[in-house]
């Protein structure tokens, strides 16, 4: 008995089977032309990047304005306050050169150091410590 549940499971699925591969649609073309796969991945990772050996190059950044040290301030408790370009830095955003009292330790962006005593000024574009010239009254 068991056996002819399991001839007659096995005739009815293959019957199904033959009658579905009659029945389905061709597949068609699996892969896709050329042209169809560069519509796909324009879509999938937007338009191709612009040559760049044709681009004119970039204009040079302006210049850093230049940094003048007005004026310092230590106080006894040992914090202190810098005035640069008359606006005043608070301790962590001023660092006071050890053993030299008054003057700044300005650290540049290019790991460069420069000292400014009060009333120097730091030129970047000519990378020049000048005295500062008193132009307003």
Same mark, same amino acid.
């Given at each position: ?72 301030? !230590? &106080?006894? *408790?040992?914090?202190?306050? @810098?005035? $640069? ?6 301790? =962590? ?12 330790? !300005? &650290?540049? *962006?290019?790991?460069?150091? @420069?000292? $400014? ?6 030129? =970047? ?13």
């Amino acid at each position: 008995m068991k056996c002819t549940l399991v001839l007659c499971a096995l005739l009815a699925g293959s019957a199904l089977a033959a009658q579905g591969q009659t029945q389905s649609p061709q597949l068609g073309r699996l892969f896709l032309s050329p042209e169809q796969r560069a519509q796909i991945d324009a879509q999938r990772y937007g338009p191709p990047p612009a040559d760049t050996a044709l681009a004119p190059p970039a204009p040079p950044p302006p210049p850093a304005p230049p940094v003048e040290l007005n004026g310092v301030v !230590l &106080r006894s *408790s040992g914090r202190s306050t @810098v005035w $640069l370009n008359q606006e005043a830095q608070n301790e =962590p955003h001023n660092r006071l050169a050890r053993g030299k009292p008054g003057t700044l330790t !300005l &650290r540049l *962006s290019n790991g460069q150091v @420069v000292l $400014l005593k009060p009333g120097q000024r730091y030129d =970047p574009a000519s990378g020049t410590v000048t005295e500062a010239q008193e132009t307003q009254p």
